[in-house]
Nanobody, 128 residues
Framework: QVQVAESGGGSVQSGGSLRLSCAAPGYIASLYCMAWFRQAPGHEREWVARLGSGGETTYAHSVKGRFPISQGNAVSTYLEMDSLQPEDTAMYYC???????????????????????WGQGTEVTVSS
C-alpha cells in the first residue's frame, strides 16, 4: 500500500503559481506530521513547510508568505506555490510521520530523518 502520494508540479514562468497535493491514506487523523521538502540539482534536500494534525503550520524563511500549506480531507495536504522564482526549481517531496511535528525537529527545523514515509517526488521547474 502506498503510504504517501503526491500530485501536481510542472513548469511555469517566473511569477507563476502551482499547487501540489499530498495524501497519506494509511495514516490516522488524530496524530501525524506532514511536510514538504525539496531538492534542487547539486543541492542538499531542504525543508519547505510542515503541517501538524492540529492544523499548525511553519515555513522555511525562503518560502514564507509565498507557499501556504493547508489541510485537506482525512490526512492530506496542499502546498500552494505562488510568486514562483527560478530558485524554486527542484524536486518536491511530501513526507509523513506518525509523531507530532514538534518531535520531528532538529535545531527547530523539521528533519528528514524523522519522516518514515515519502512520496516519489514531483518536479517543479520555474523559468525566468
Amino acid at each position: 500500500q502506498v503510504q504517501v502520494a503526491e500530485s501536481g508540479g510542472g513548469s511555469v514562468q517566473s511569477g507563476g503559481s502551482l499547487r501540489l497535493s499530498c495524501a497519506a491514506p494509511g495514516y490516522i487523523a488524530s496524530l501525524y506530521c506532514m511536510a514538504w521538502f525539496r531538492q534542487a540539482p547539486g543541492h542538499e534536500r531542504e525543508w519547505v513547510a510542515r503541517l501538524g494534525s492540529g492544523g499548525e503550520t511553519t515555513y522555511a524563511h525562503s518560502v514564507k508568505g509565498r507557499f501556504p500549506i493547508s489541510q485537506g480531507n482525512a490526512v492530506s495536504t496542499y502546498l500552494e506555490m505562488d510568486s514562483l522564482q527560478p530558485e524554486d526549481t527542484a524536486m518536491y517531496y511530501c513526507a509523513a510521520t506518525v509523531i507530532a511535528c514538534h518531535g520531528a525537529l532538529v535545531a527547530g527545523t523539521p528533519h528528514s530523518a524523522y519522516f518514515e514515509d515519502w512520496g516519489q517526488g514531483t518536479e517543479v521547474t520555474v523559468s525566468s
